[in-house]
């Protein structure tokens, strides 16, 4: 019997690579990346093929024999906003190459897109967030438009594709996403490489308190894996309510880039036992406020279809990714 195949789009990246990892442990894994697979990541079954979202003739060789398609690829922030062109290109028209090849090829029973939080706005939130709070482009940081802008194209037509289609078209959004490996730009990581170094976290005035949704990255293979099996098995299930095959991942609970200094700041102080002691230096860069201190309390995760869609019950809570990953990082020094 022919051993099942996932097709990891995007899969050199800091999430395609975990997802990678993780699921190779099951089933083989082919991924399909312009980039080489990171070397030091260790997984076993893993194929790579040489493959640019842009083009569907090698989207649709890549996936030819696959049964199940995980998409990761995406430009993201600042690229985006260096290379539009580029970002529209992958993310919106690279999404259609994946979304047809998936309705085409007959091996394939479905496919899983890593969506994100950031489709539901950054300001002004406020009430319940569950998988029908709505777009919200509108409420993001210039900087995070163009993203948040491409990342609600992908849902769209693979929404889209879901409807037209009897194969399932899944959706998992993702909070901002904790772990080693993570992109050097996210607040957490300079946080952490600031605070590690001995020098001053720097949190900005005009967002610091902004509320962030976060995820660990354990979770976030928990949730592909558990999320593949039930494509594969048939367990999930086609449905007229229009966000039936999407998901929210995130820890429940908002937390602020003021909180997440801090709490990068403790663990610092806890894992060094002393040795370290960084202080927080919130910097005025003479922008306009666009939160304020509350406005994370006026929001509220509803998880409730993550326990009913995947069965996941608990998630890793934040402040216990973030000693992780100083502990890693104390340990490799």
């Not at 998409?71 to 999404?95: D, F, M």
Request: with cysteine; glycine share 6%; proline share 4%.
């Amino acid at each position: 019997m022919k051993e099942t195949m996932i097709g990891i789009i995007g899969g050199s990246g800091y999430i395609g690579s975990a997802l990678t990892e993780d699921l190779s442990r099951r089933f083989k894994v082919r991924v399909l990346d312009k980039s080489p697979y990171p070397r030091e990541i260790k997984a076993k079954r893993v194929e790579h093929q040489f493959c640019d979202i842009r083009r569907y003739k090698e989207v649709r060789q890549g996936l030819a024999d696959v049964n199940v398609v995980i998409h990761t690829a995406v430009v993201q922030i600042p690229l985006i906003n260096e290379q539009k062109k580029l970002g529209y290109e992958v993310n919106a028209l690279g999404t259609q190459n994946v979304c047809k090849v998936v309705s085409e090829a007959p091996s394939i029973k479905g496919m899983i897109l890593t969506g994100t939080w950031h489709v539901f706005g950054e300001k002004k939130l406020e009430g319940t967030i569950d998988e029908e709070f709505g777009f919200r482009p509108d409420k993001v940081e210039e900087r995070a438009y163009l993203y948040a802008l491409s990342k609600i194209a992908q849902e769209i037509i693979v929404r889209f594709y879901d409807k037209m289609s009897s194969k399932i078209y899944g959706i998992i959004r993702l909070g901002t996403v904790l772990g080693e490996g993570m992109p050097k730009k996210t607040a957490a990581n300079i946080f952490i490489s600031e605070g590690l170094k001995g020098e001053s976290i720097t949190p900005y005035k005009h967002t610091m308190h902004r509320p962030m949704l976060y995820v660990d990255i354990k979770d976030v293979c928990r949730a592909f894996e558990a999320y593949t099996e039930r494509i594969l098995n048939g367990k999930i299930k086609k449905s007229k309510n229009d966000t039936s095959n999407v998901v929210n991942l995130c820890w429940p609970h908002p937390i602020t880039i003021i909180e997440l200094a801090c709490i990068v700041r403790e663990a610092i102080i806890e894992l060094t036992r002393g040795r370290l002691r960084p202080k927080v230096e919130v910097i005025d860069k003479k922008l306009p406020i666009l939160h304020t201190s509350g406005d994370a309390e006026k929001v509220r995760i509803d998880m409730s279809k993550l326990e009913k869609l995947l069965d996941i019950r608990e998630l890793e809570n934040p402040a216990e990714s973030i000693r992780t990953i100083i502990r890693a990082r104390i340990q490799e020094t």
